[in-house]
């Protein structure tokens, strides 16, 4: 069975840092186009990042570019989504998903998803 599971969320300070990982289980990881979305409370899930089969192209919301870096590790299996200066607005569950379209922002082009993880920052 092919799934998604995300871990490294947690609780930051404004300014601090987390790395979320997401860890596929599956043959066909490389074969797949990665996202990262996010849902705060009371609002739709939003784009984040994404990272192509390509490991050298990668796509950025604006609202995360310069801060957050998304990676990739097609041996393991893991996408990465570091996240640096972080705010209280980027307080939301965070998903990772994985898709055939690479660097789509739209969460319905996506096939797979975790179950989520809690980043909350403190102000």
């Known amino acids: 069975q092919v799934q998604l599971v995300e871990s490294g969320g947690g609780l930051v300070q404004h300014g601090g840092s987390l790395r979320l990982s997401c860890a596929y289980s599956?043959?066909?990881?490389?074969?797949?186009?990665m996202g990262w979305f996010r849902q705060a409370p009371g609002k739709e899930r939003e784009f984040v990042s994404a990272?192509?089969?390509?490991?050298?192209?990668?796509y950025y919301a604006d609202f995360v570019t310069g801060r957050f870096t998304i990676s990739r590790d097609n041996a393991k299996n893991v996408v990465y989504l570091q996240m640096n200066s972080l705010k209280p607005e980027d307080t939301a569950v965070y998903y990772c998903?994985?898709?055939?379209?690479?660097?789509?922002?739209?969460?319905?082009?996506?096939?797979?998803w975790g179950q989520g993880t809690q980043v909350t920052v403190s102000s």
């Open positions: 990272i192509g089969w390509n490991i050298l192209r990668t």
């Open positions: 998903a994985a898709g055939v379209v690479e660097g789509a922002a739209l969460a319905n082009l996506y096939e797979l």
């Open positions: 599956g043959r066909t990881f490389s074969s797949y186009a």
